[in-house]
Structure formats: structure tokens, C-alpha cells
């Protein structure tokens, strides 16, 4: 399959620990975002990279958030001290970079539980 | 900042009937505009893309979207309804030079049999 990957797919953790999510983009794809999606909404923009640099990153993600892409290919998103609120689905996209083209393709996603 | 309003939160229509699923844009710059749609335990798809060249686009199983700047919207439609079009459906806004996506709310769309 030469889709985007995420994994795990489902991720259950009491509050206060640590979780990391991992991210296997398209394997020409340079550029590699994160998104959250929580119950009846659209996904909201967490960050994103050009090859290994993380370019922008949202408000949303305050400094429980980490995340990386070291080598400029898979890349992990790490939550620490997890809180409910973060309970969420986690998607990772990647795309292209090509003039006036920003088509990002979408991996299954994570869905996190904080207990 | 860029926005996009999904006009309706839930939309049901009978099998074999039009759909028309409503998004207006915040009017910045030269938008990219996008359909997703999410089915259950799947990840987002995408349906089809405006980037400035034809006004009318025309996506994968049958939608198609029309750009008009003049009210700002990109209505998402289908001549004819088919169960398996039963999905949540995103509007999404991109700006030249802004990476990020915006998305809606969404619009959940219903066929009824």
C-alpha cells in the first residue's frame, strides 16, 4: 500500500502519561502536516514540515506537544502529561510540493482516549 | 484569517435525487478550495479541487463544484444520490503562501432509501 500510514490506529492512556503517534507519509512526498479532529468537527491544523523542518505550528499545540520528523521521512507526535481534553482523532497528510498545488493526502488517523 | 462556512450541519436526500451541500469562503487573496469526504472508520478522501483555473470542477463519483467569487461560495453537487454517497462531507480553504488546511464543520449527508 503506498498510501499514508498512521499507527497505532487506536490509543487508549490514563491521564498524566505519555503517548507518541507515528506517521508514514507517501514516500515522494517532502511535506507532512498533523491535524486533530475532535467529535462533530473538522480537522484543525496542528503543524507541518518541509522535509525534516517543522515550519509552522498552531496555537493548538501547546508545549505538551512535540513533534518530529528527523530524517525528513516518517514522523512522531508526542503528547505528554496527556489530559481529556486531548482525546481526539490525530490525522497525518502529506503532499507534494509543486507550485499552486497543496492536494494533502490523508493516513486513517489515531484515535486517542484519555481516561 | 481564512475561513469556510458549511451552511448546513446535516442534509438528508432520497436515493436518486440531487445533493446540494452549501460552503462559503472568507474572501482573501486567491483561495484553494477543496471537498473531502469522510466515511465511518475511513480517512478523508478527496473529491475535488479548485486552484484557479476552471470555474467548474468536476470530481470523482459524479460531484462537481462551481467557484463563484462574486458570493464567495463552492457548492458541492450531484445529479443523483447513491446510498454509498452516506458520508460526513468538509469544505476546506487553502491561500497561496499558507500551507495549512481550513476546514469546516462539515455537512453529514443522509440517503434515504
Known amino acids: 500500500d503506498t498510501g499514508v500510514s498512521q499507527d497505532p490506529r487506536h490509543k487508549i492512556t490514563k491521564r498524566g502519561q505519555n503517548v507518541t503517534f507515528r506517521c508514514d507519509p507517501i514516500?515522494?512526498?517532502?511535506?507532512l502536516y498533523w491535524y486533530r479532529q475532535t467529535l462533530g468537527q473538522g480537522p484543525e491544523f496542528l503543524t507541518y514540515f518541509q522535509n525534516e523542518a517543522q515550519l509552522e505550528k498552531s496555537r493548538l499545540l501547546s508545549d505538551r506537544f512535540s513533534a518530529e520528523r528527523p530524517k525528513g521521512s516518517f514522523s512522531t507526535l508526542e503528547i505528554q502529561r496527556t489530559e481529556q481534553g486531548d482525546s481526539a482523532m490525530y490525522l497525518c497528510?502529506?503532499?507534494?510540493?509543486?507550485?499552486?498545488?497543496?492536494?494533502?493526502?490523508f493516513g486513517p488517523g489515531t484515535r486517542l482516549t484519555v481516561l | 484569517a481564512q475561513s469556510v462556512t458549511q451552511l448546513d450541519s446535516h442534509v438528508s436526500v432520497s436515493e436518486g435525487t440531487p445533493v446540494l451541500l452549501r460552503c462559503n469562503y472568507s474572501s482573501s487573496y486567491s483561495p484553494s478550495l477543496f471537498w473531502y469526504v469522510q466515511h465511518p472508520n475511513k480517512g478523508l478522501q478527496l473529491l475535488l479541487k479548485?486552484?484557479?483555473?476552471?470555474?467548474l470542477v468536476k470530481g470523482i463519483n459524479g460531484f462537481e463544484a462551481e467557484f463563484k467569487k462574486s458570493e464567495t461560495s463552492f457548492h458541492l453537487t450531484k445529479p443523483s444520490a447513491h446510498m454509498s454517497d452516506a458520508a460526513e462531507y468538509f469544505c476546506?480553504?487553502?491561500?497561496?503562501?499558507?500551507?495549512?488546511?481550513?476546514f469546516g464543520t462539515g455537512t453529514r449527508l443522509t440517503i434515504i432509501p
Open positions: 497528510a502529506s503532499s507534494l510540493l509543486l507550485q499552486g498545488n497543496n492536494e494533502q493526502f
Open positions: 514516500s515522494e512526498h517532502n511535506r
Open positions: 479548485y486552484t484557479s483555473a476552471a470555474t
Open positions: 476546506v480553504v487553502s491561500y497561496f503562501g499558507n500551507e495549512k488546511l481550513t
